[in-house]
């Protein structure tokens, strides 16, 4: 019995890490459809949305089905918490990539307002984050997932620097507006990847130490 | 023993109603500085996030320790997973409001762009999503929760209506850009704000209905 409950617990962390990549895979995706002006890509992105929510479904009733017949206790109990709330952070991941998707849309109807270069690498961070606090959770690593959260300042920095460049370009010609304005979006669709990535790495070390980190006292 | 449960789960509920009413509180005050230019209430929020912070330390705290203890099944051990989320998306709408106040804090140092109208009114109508999905969950009121998903898609159209607005102020009037952005930024966070009160909906008809309405298929 012991030894069964031990492999459905396994088996909810391998669809938990599927799930994982494949939300990694949707941010790929819709930077790669923005920034190389691949329209071809978004469809995709909306195929792969349909399969996170479907795992987020799935994931979700399994871990409660858990709860409610294995009785678990501590470290276990724990596991299907954090399972349960990470779920939810990575269906959201999966929710900002199609907003992404739907900005790059309007983008790719008007020629390129500027070469993207600090939006990729915005990008290149917060998928870092979300690979590294998955990594964190499959090894279950709680000092690595310490040094994911801190990760999050980089991707914030990012987040002023486009801002003031969008700016810049909005204020000296006034018809890159639109197209300045869905990039800015972009940029905080990104920004919230990372914020729940930091999340995920949050659930990872209160899953291992029994310890939440949210909220440190100042 | 089932009575004495029965009571911590009652108490459990408390918390999260009087956590929901200092999240819209934060919504409240947010809008009320920026709308009427009332800085002063901008520290009152940030207090008020100390609050709801330490709410969601203490309520996952019990409701785990209540999942540990009491072994609840059924009912009782949806309600217990929907508390936990519950949780979350009101922690979240709190950080909404504070970023609604960062924003702010840079429009106050500057003259009124344009009478705000369309904003205070996104802000009621995200406001009163929060307040009924929180009544549908004291009153355990499947249908009206569902009539409150619905409330969303005026949420979205004040965005879109907001944003080609504010889209015509800036190219008119570049000195505007700034401020206008601030304004675009505001509007995000309400409908954020929404999108949680919608997920918290959606939370109470699982634990009513044991049924997963995320995610309809289309």
Redesign the interface.
């Known amino acids: 019995m012991e030894r069964h409950f031990s492999k459905l617990l396994d088996q909810l962390n391998g669809r938990l890490v599927t799930m994982g990549t494949t939300a990694e895979a949707m941010i790929d995706k819709s930077v790669q459809a923005l920034v190389e002006r691949k329209g071809e890509l978004i469809q995709e992105v909306y195929r792969l949305e349909g399969q996170v929510?479907?795992s987020?479904?799935d994931i979700?009733?399994e871990a409660?089905r858990l709860?409610?017949t294995q009785?678990p206790?501590?470290a276990d109990?724990?596991f299907l918490?954090a399972a349960?709330?990470i779920n939810?952070e990575l269906e959201r991941i999966g929710d900002q990539a199609v907003n992404i998707c739907e900005n790059t849309e309007f983008l790719l109807q008007h020629p390129p307002l500027k070469p993207l270069i600090d939006l990729p690498l915005m990008a290149d961070a917060a998928r870092k984050m979300l690979r590294e606090s998955l990594d964190c959770f499959v090894r279950r690593d709680a000092l690595e997932a310490k040094s994911v959260i801190m990760e999050d300042d980089r991707v914030d920095e990012f987040k002023d620097q486009i801002?003031r460049e969008l700016?810049t370009y909005?204020?000296?010609e006034?018809?890159t507006?639109?197209r300045a304005?869905s990039l800015?979006?972009i940029s905080?669709n990104l920004e919230r990847i990372a914020d729940h990535a930091v999340n995920i790495g949050e659930e990872v070390i209160y899953m291992i130490e029994g310890k939440?980190v949210?909220?440190p006292k100042k």
């Open positions: 929510n479907q987020q479904l979700d009733e409660l709860l409610a009785q206790m501590a109990l724990r918490v349960m709330k939810g801002l700016l909005m204020m000296s006034p018809s507006i639109p304005m800015v979006l905080r939440d949210r909220h």
